[in-house]
T-cell receptor
């Protein structure tokens, strides 16, 4: 998998509001996508995944949307809480090969 | 979900010494493990792909003699930073690929903070 060493974009959200974190992927052949959450000083944590034969998948307070037409993936967090503050990464893979990670988005939850 | 552990979680060493970091998949077998390096406020940077029973594949710019990787079993991969220098100070994260079932997901370890004095 590849990754890009860039300074992270930041999304600030008021506590209780919904958060939407976006990710553009590059490979139209990618068939599996994952969202990870990384808190400060910790390793990335699996949140939710989606296969390319689906457009939407819901978890507990999180929803992942996949738009294959424009190669766009989003993570929606409902009723954002302070504990949701972290860096969120998307990842794409094709046939289980070469996981490619997005640059990440830092989510800051404001009180 | 699958659990991946790393040991140690934090290590401080003198310049010139070698440091070994272990990555274990606790409840699944991982034929493939990955080693990443992460600088503050930056994304993950893949260093190498570790395949059980074979040599690791290193990314461009990563010195294989500097960062020794051994994947001796289906649940353990080690990264040894040889002759560490202050510029090697970083957060090192491993991940293990779980190919069971219908998904093929990478699960990450908690990371190891290396500080070289």
């Amino acid at each position: 998998g590849e990754s890009v060493g860039l300074h992270l974009p930041t999304l600030s959200v008021q506590e209780g509001d919904n958060s939407i974190i976006n990710c553009a992927y590059s490979n139209s052949a990618s068939d599996y996508f994952i969202w990870y959450k990384q808190e400060s000083g910790k390793g990335p944590q699996f949140i939710i995944d989606i296969r390319s034969n689906m457009d939407k998948r819901q978890g507990q307070r999180v929803t992942v949307l996949l738009n294959k037409t424009v190669k766009h993936l989003s993570l929606q967090i409902a009723a954002t809480q302070p504990g949701d503050s972290a860096v969120y990464f998307c990842a794409e893979t094709s046939n289980g090969q070469n996981f490619v990670f997005g640059p990440g988005t830092r989510l800051s939850v404001l009180p | 979900g699958a659990v991946v552990s790393q040991h140690p979680s934090r290590v401080i060493c003198k310049s010139g010494t070698s440091v070994k970091i272990e990555c274990r998949s606790l409840d699944f077998q991982a034929t493939t493990m990955f080693w990443y390096r992460q600088f503050p406020k930056q994304s993950l940077m893949l260093m190498a792909t570790s395949n059980e029973g074979s040599k690791a594949t290193y990314e461009q710019g990563v010195e294989k003699d500097k960062f020794l990787i051994n994947h001796a079993s289906l649940t353990l991969s080690t990264l040894t930073v040889t002759s560490a220098h202050p510029e090697d100070s970083s957060f090192y994260i491993c991940s293990a690929r779980d190919r069971q079932g219908a998904t093929d997901t990478q699960y990450f370890g908690p990371g190891t903070r290396l500080t070289v004095l």
